[in-house]
């Protein structure tokens, strides 16, 4: 069980420390390229595994149109507001607002999906939007426009994420975990690879083996390796449970933001980071068993 523990929370740590290595690839690369070279990179190893784990890769059509609407809003949409935020607002910040996904998550399951929300979520819900609120009101305040719609996109990209869960619902158990990522990849690279193509002399940048170095850790460990330990840890935990190790994201981003990226971590941040963290731990801890 430990050892489930421990990949539950690589996985999420990961996920938070790609924010901070998302900003620096964001800073020197066009965004539609940064999430089409990644797309294309996890699809160059997710393939051989796609067909070691799981076999034949052919997927009925229904679920081909599903794949492509979550690749759509869990992907194109997702890489979208996250990178376009992060040239406006701090990793910090970033990682802080992405905290809210299993408050929104569960918002979009009672609306969308007619799931009934017990009170702790509504509570949950209630607490991320008061980490954002802290955080919005002290960027209101202090003038700091940029860092406010910084913050407002990466919550669009959080909003694509939350459709993304949701609509795997729709497909779960149908469709292997490796092959359904590999598809998502694939129609992700195809949708933006249009968009990639005016800003394609940007790509000398990725001469410089730092930044070619951060590209493949942002596409192997994001699209990759969180999603082989993530549903390694879920074959021996609740998924009640497993969600207590989200609260790895924001802490691991927000570890990033200050030792790595040198970000200032203020009183706001720190009223921010206990409201997230409440709100992760309201939403996911298990319920009692009657």
Known sequence: ???????????????????????????????????????????????????????????????????????????????????????????LEGGLVLATLPAVVALGSALWLRERLAPRQWAAAGLAAGGMAAITLARLGGGATGHL??????????????????????????????????WMQAFSAAMLLPLSLPGIGAMAALAEPRLAGLLVFHSLTASVICLLLWYAGLRRVPAGVAGIFTAFLPASSSLVAVAVLGEQFTAVHGAGF????????????PRRQA
Do not use: H
């Not at 206990?274 to 801890?285: D, E, R």
């Open 149 to 182: 719609l910084g913050n407002l996109l990466v919550f669009g990209g959080v909003m694509g994420e939350a459709a993304y869960v949701l609509l795997a619902k729709r497909i779960v158990g149908a469709v292997p975990v490796v092959t359904a990522s590999l």
């Open 274 to 285: 206990v409201l997230m963290g409440a709100s992760l731990l309201l939403a996911t801890w």
């Open 1 to 91: 069980m430990l050892l489930a523990y421990a990949q539950l929370a690589g996985a999420m740590a990961l996920v938070g420390a790609n924010v901070g290595v998302a900003k620096l690839l964001a800073e020197a690369l066009p965004i539609p390229m940064i999430a089409c070279l990644r797309c294309l990179l996890a699809c160059l190893v997710l393939w051989p595994l796609a067909r070691a784990m799981d076999g034949p890769v052919r997927v009925g059509p229904a679920a081909l149109r599903n794949l492509a609407l979550q690749a759509f809003f869990g992907t194109v949409l997702y890489n979208a507001g996250l990178l376009a935020g992060l040239r406006l607002t701090t990793a």
